[in-house]
C-alpha cells in the first residue's frame, strides 16, 4: 500500500456484510453467501480540508452504495472476479489515486475461518 502523504487522506470502509451468489458448487450456485468486504481508497483532499466542504471530498457513501448494489445483484463463479468488480467500482471516481480491495469468503474451507483475496489499482 503506498504511504499516505501530506494532503492525501485515505478511507478504510471495514467489514461490509454482503450476501451474493459466490462459487461454483450447486449449493453455492442455488445459495446466497456472506462476503466479507474491506476497502482503502487513497485520494487528494486538501481541498476539502482548506474548504471544509462536501463537494471536494470523495463521497465514500456513493461508492460504498454502489458496490452494495453490485455484489448483491450478480452471481459471481470466483472471488477472484468479484473482488476485481468491487475493485473496479472503488476505481471510478477520478480522485481516487490508489484503492484496495480484500474480500473474505467465509467458511470456504472446512477447517479456516475464512478465504480472502485482495487486489489493488493506482493512477498517477
Same mark, same amino acid.
Given at each position: 500500500?503506498?504511504?499516505?502523504?501530506?494532503?492525501?487522506?485515505?478511507?478504510?470502509?471495514?467489514?461490509?456484510?454482503?450476501?451474493?451468489?459466490?462459487?461454483?458448487? &450447486?449449493? *453455492?450456485?442455488?445459495?446466497?453467501?456472506?462476503?466479507?468486504?474491506?476497502?482503502?481508497?487513497?485520494?487528494?483532499?486538501?481541498?476539502?480540508?482548506?474548504?471544509? #466542504?462536501?463537494?471536494?471530498?470523495?463521497?465514500?457513501?456513493?461508492?460504498?452504495?454502489?458496490?452494495? @448494489?453490485?455484489?448483491? *445483484?450478480?452471481?459471481?463463479?470466483?472471488?477472484?472476479?468479484?473482488?476485481? &468488480?468491487?475493485? #473496479?467500482?472503488?476505481?471510478?471516481?477520478?480522485?481516487? @489515486?490508489?484503492?484496495?480491495?480484500?474480500? #473474505?469468503?467465509?467458511?470456504?474451507?472446512?477447517?479456516?475461518? $475464512?478465504? $480472502?483475496?485482495?487486489?489493488?489499482?493506482? @493512477? #498517477?
Amino acid at each position: 500500500m503506498p504511504r499516505l502523504e501530506p494532503g492525501m487522506a485515505r478511507i478504510r470502509v471495514k467489514n461490509l456484510c454482503l450476501r451474493t451468489y459466490i462459487g461454483i458448487k &450447486e449449493d *453455492e450456485i442455488r445459495n446466497k453467501q456472506d462476503v466479507l468486504i474491506n476497502l482503502t481508497i487513497l485520494y487528494p483532499a486538501a481541498d476539502a480540508v482548506r474548504d471544509n #466542504d462536501i463537494e471536494q471530498a470523495l463521497n465514500y457513501r456513493t461508492i460504498t452504495k454502489a458496490i452494495i @448494489r453490485h455484489v448483491e *445483484e450478480n452471481r459471481f463463479a470466483l472471488l477472484e472476479r468479484l473482488t476485481q &468488480e468491487v475493485l #473496479d467500482l472503488a476505481m471510478a471516481p477520478q480522485a481516487v @489515486r490508489y484503492a484496495e480491495v480484500e474480500i #473474505d469468503k467465509p467458511h470456504a474451507l472446512r477447517f479456516a475461518e $475464512s478465504v $480472502s483475496i485482495t487486489l489493488a489499482g493506482h @493512477r #498517477d
